[in-house]
């Protein structure tokens, strides 16, 4: 029940917890460790049981407060040792050549998945052998303590089940120590280790008393990327007597590790991470030069990006952007089922231009799309990358102009894109003939053609039926899509007339208008929702409603108004597919529950909203370019360009509307599948459909015998491994490094992109979700980027400042459909701003002004 660190066999983590079990594995693995032992938490069990048994403890797990916790902690520093655990303890004391001991908890519990009792357990450090026994009692009553019984209780961790191991380890008399990283916290990358260190003992940068130097260093290139030498005030010592004293540095603004033991210290941290097989934390310290291993932990909270995106070290990396952050405006992954049929169908619309292969140009796995930069500009080069994607959104260009992806270029074109150009001229001239008869024939008899085929295709989605093999109903996905490409392509002559109007007036000071010529868009279904929804809510009927149970009552039994009634309908018939995360085929639709189309429409604000005098907005643009065309003698040229812009350019959205349309019938047919399924006993919840891939699906319509829950289960390996990551980033590269941009703040001004005009001040409202708070009247919508579901919030919303999302996102595009200043690409704003602080939103420039923070914004509003 005492192990010695060098014992043969490593006793389970449930004896010796995690740092026993560390020290114990880095020892026989020849690490320098320094020598000790453990004692078991069998070992202490006498100590637990006698505690466990009293009124005190049992007092303590009823009512878990600091008085009651403090008087179980008092019993258990009173514990001594019985003659055999004396004995034990003296015969081990004796095997190791110091008379100092540090003395630490090792808890099982503190390795539980999901828990952190980081700072919760005791340790001692410099304690001499006479006081070996109290100090131990010391450590095991840090278990009892009310912190970690409180935290315990909030995590349904069983307070019953309290145990701890306690290690008894050689003290090193450290001249500098710290802390080490195998990867580098704060940016993921795979081949950086960042160390902290500090003079004297390693408590100092634990406990937070003292800034310590930081070094990184690139495990490939062999190099110290950084060092910051920070003044290090205080240290803290060991005494002669025992114990630890703090004292001033007289050298704090010295380097605390020469260039060569940042060397060393790196590779013995690179080490244990090979060992273990995984990023790891630990912790060091140098005594007369030597080096030397005190703890080592896995590291939890890092991005475990996918193998099978990795490359290895020194390789040329791959640059990846998540493409449904910045194109759809949401970070969390799609689903199993919802990943595959969006990535096949964007692989056949753009005919292979963009390969989901995992090697292609735009690889698609485990719930993420990627768009690899490296590869696609080996394929379309370096300027049509640029120009593609650094006028999408202002935070790609921040980060891409600082990195040089010319060494790391692919030496052949990636899987799938190696006829990329032949590809590209097919799509052109399906496309061509839309293009030319929008500009040179009747454009409007074009619209009225490409409405009429995506009536047919929508009607043809309808038919789908869940007996066909779901196979072949996935594919009709991309076979409905296809029809429409060609005559769409009329809205690029909407693109082309926008840019013969911007030639038109190039050097005048009316850009805003031109911008503001894109407000209410005919062709656009997103904002035709936006208003179709704003017009229900402001029934007086509605307004009545009290409750989410009430409304969908009355409109199961239909008690509303013939009027009402009508547009209801028509929302059921076109917009009831949509929902949050639409484009995912597994996302709750509003058709499946009314109460999602009630929370839309009860946080509509129609009395005051920006909505109502967008067309008022336009109008003014259009009469103030009108003018200046005039007094150039281009007043017929600009008037027709702009009705050719004005009828077709809201048609980019409407390819959009038809995917998620077509994806809401075959979410119904999963839905009735699964229902079956579950009634057999084949899948335990309807919504586990999803997590199966297409072949899947089929496979068990032909054959009852097969396994989908195994099916299932493996799917779902690759999500499981990062389902603990919030925030996603939105460029990462193959060796795990995540890029954030640089927010430029000037003289007080924000700056980013602007993407709809106006200038507006107002308070701010920072949501993460469309509906966990109500966005009241004249306030700021601020957000880390927004997808179609956000569109009622829109309605309410004085101005709009978004972390990501360009002009050609939803955000930046219902913004500018509905007149609302909008500014974007200010990665960090959520956190810098709060609610109720009073900003200034120039959608004209790109600029937000923090005016007031706080409730003096609050007053000055008021």
Not at 7 to 27: C, D, F, R, Y
Not at 185 to 211: H, K, M, Q, R, W
Request: glycine share 8%; aromatic share 8%; net charge negative.
């Amino acid at each position: 029940m005492l192990y010695q660190f060098n014992e043969k066999q490593v006793p389970e983590l449930s004896q010796i917890g995690g740092k026993a079990k560390a020290l114990m594995e880095t020892t026989r693995a020849g690490f320098p460790v320094p020598e000790g032992f453990v004692l078991s938490v069998d070992f202490l069990k006498p100590w637990l049981d006698e505690v466990k048994n009293s009124e005190a403890f049992k007092t303590s797990i009823t009512q878990t407060n600091k008085a009651n916790c403090d008087l179980v902690k008092d019993l258990a520093q009173n514990m001594r040792f019985s003659p055999q655990q004396k004995l034990a303890v003296e015969s081990a004391l004796t095997n190791i050549q110091t008379n100092t001991f540090a003395v630490r908890s090792s808890s099982p519990e503190e390795d539980l998945e999901g828990t952190s009792f980081a700072g919760m357990y005791e340790t001692y450090l410099g304690v001499k052998t006479d006081n070996i026994e109290s100090t131990v009692a010391l450590a095991f009553s840090s278990c009892f303590d009310y912190r970690v019984m409180e935290y315990k209780k909030q995590n349904n961790l069983d307070l019953n089940g309290t145990s701890i191991a306690i290690v008894i380890q050689k003290q090193i008399a450290s001249e500098t120590s710290g802390v080490g990283f195998s990867l580098n916290p704060l940016n993921n990358c795979y081949d950086e280790v960042v160390i902290n260190s500090s003079f004297g003992l390693g408590e100092a940068i634990v406990s937070g008393i003292v800034t310590p130097d930081m070094y990184i260093y690139d495990v490939v290139e062999k190099t110290i990327l950084e060092k910051k030498i920070n003044s290090k005030e205080i240290a803290l010592w060991l005494k002669p007597d025992g114990g630890i004293v703090e004292r001033e540095n007289q050298n704090k603004e010295a380097p605390s590790l020469t260039d060569s033991q940042v060397v060393e210290l790196s590779d013995l941290i690179k080490k244990c991470e090979e060992y273990y097989g995984k990023p790891m934390d630990t912790e060091w310290a140098f005594e007369g030069g030597k080096l030397y291993l005190l703890q080592s932990r896995p590291i939890t909270t890092y991005l475990q990006f996918f193998e099978e995106l990795l490359t290895k070290p020194g390789e040329k990396k791959r640059f990846y952007m998540d493409v449904m952050m910045m194109t759809q405006g949401f970070s969390e992954p799609m689903s199993v089922l919802g990943l595959q049929l969006w990535s096949k169908m964007i692989d056949d619309v753009k005919g292979g231009m963009m390969s989901c292969h995992i090697k292609g140009s735009a690889p698609a796995i485990h719930g993420r799309h990627y768009m690899s930069f490296t590869d696609l500009q080996k394929v379309v080069g370096k300027k049509n990358v640029e120009k593609l994607f650094y006028n999408y959104d202002g935070n790609i260009k921040n980060i891409f102009e600082k990195i040089d992806l010319d060494p790391h270029l692919p030496d052949t074109v990636p899987v799938g894109c190696e006829k990329v150009k032949s590809r590209m001229f097919k799509m052109t001239m399906k496309m061509l003939p839309g293009v030319i008869r929008g500009l040179f024939l009747d454009h409007n008899k074009v619209i009225d053609e490409y409405n009429a085929l995506a009536d047919q295709v929508l009607l043809e989605a309808k038919q789908l039926k869940k007996e066909d093999d779901f196979a072949y109903n996935a594919s009709q996905v991309s076979e409905l899509l296809l029809k429409i490409v060609g005559p769409v392509s009329v809205m690029l002559a909407g693109m082309l007339s926008q840019n013969s109007i911007k030639k038109m007036f190039k050097g005048e000071d009316i850009e805003k208008e031109i911008i503001a010529l894109s407000m209410d868009l005919s062709g656009n279904p997103t904002s035709a929702m936006g208003h179709l929804l704003f017009k229900i809510a402001g029934y007086d009927e509605f307004q009545q409603i009290q409750s989410r149970d009430e409304f969908i009552k009355k409109c199961e039994s239909r008690q509303f108004s013939q009027a009402f009634l009508k547009d209801y309908d028509m929302f059921m018939d076109k917009y009831a597919v949509r929902g949050m995360k639409e484009i995912d085929v597994a996302s709750m639709r509003v058709n499946e529950d009314l109460g999602i189309l009630y929370d839309k429409l009860e946080h509509i604000n129609t009395s005051d909203s920006q909505i109502t005098s967008v067309k008022e907005k336009r109008q003014k643009a259009y009469d103030k370019l009108y003018k200046a065309a005039q007094a150039k003698g281009k007043a017929k040229k600009f008037a027709k360009a702009s009705a050719m812009y004005q009828a077709t350019f809201g048609y980019r959205e409407h390819p959009k509307y038809i995917i998620v349309y077509i994806f809401g019938m075959l979410h119904k047919l999963c839905l009735e599948l699964a229902q079956e399924w579950v009634q057999q006993g084949r899948l335990d919840e309807e919504y586990h459909v999803f997590d199966l891939r297409v072949e899947e699906i089929s496979m068990a319509q032909k054959d009852v015998n097969f396994d989908l829950r195994t099916a299932r289960e493996k799917n779902l390996e690759g999500y499981r491994r990062v389902e603990h990551i919030s925030d996603w980033p939105l460029v990462i590269d193959s060796r795990g490094k995540i890029y954030k941009p640089t927010m430029e703040i000037k003289d007080g001004d924000i700056i980013g992109d602007p993407i709809a005009p106006g200038k507006i001040v107002g308070r701010a409202k920072v949501l993460r979700s469309p509906y966990e708070k109500v966005l009241e009247p004249g306030e700021i919508l601020i957000a880390r980027a927004t997808e179609p579901s956000w569109t009622p919030i829109f309605i309410n919303a004085a101005g709009v400042i978004m972390e990501i999302g360009g002009p050609l996102q939803h955000g930046g595009i219902i913004a500018r459909e509905y007149g609302i200043p909008c500014v974007s690409g200010l990665v960090g704003i959520m956190d810098m701003v709060q609610d109720g602080d009073l900003l200034e939103v120039d959608g004209y420039n790109g600029i937000v002004k923090i005016l007031e923070s706080g409730s003096s914004a609050e007053e000055a509003v008021n």
